[in-house]
Nanobody, 125 residues
């Protein structure tokens, strides 16, 4: 499956952005989806994941209550709504897909078979 992330940009602290990740090539609802991020000089970090059906989701503690992951299986798209953005949210955000079991493994980058190209999010203070 091919993934194309978009929606990044420059925003002031406290602002909002919505990232989108459009999938193509294979049946979208066969895949659990996730967003990861990577700041300069840091390892890639799990942000949020959503199950195939959209019925389950999980977030890293630092974004709980501020970010919401969702998906539209008819449109082959997964979203990340980011509110109350902070400077420490600045990073390149990547969407990813995997077809394995949904659970703790969904938090690990190595579990994911497919990755988008990344979209830059910059939050100014």
């Amino acid at each position: 499956v091919q993934l194309q992330a978009s929606g990044g940009g420059l925003v002031q602290a406290g602002g909002s952005l919505r990232l989108s990740c459009a999938a193509s090539g294979r049946t979208f609802n066969n895949y659990h989806m996730a967003w990861f991020r990577q700041a300069p000089g840091k390892e890639r970090e799990f942000v949020a994941t959503i199950s195939r059906s959209g019925g389950s989701s999980y977030y890293v503690d630092s974004v709980k209550g501020r970010f919401t992951i969702s998906r539209d299986n008819a449109k082959y798209t997964v979203y990340l709504q980011m509110n109350s953005l902070k400077p420490e949210d600045t990073a390149v955000y990547y969407c990813a897909a995997h077809s394995g079991s949904y659970g703790d493994t969904s938090l690990q980058p190595r579990s994911y078979d497919y990755w988008g190209q990344g979209t830059q999010v910059t939050v100014s203070s």
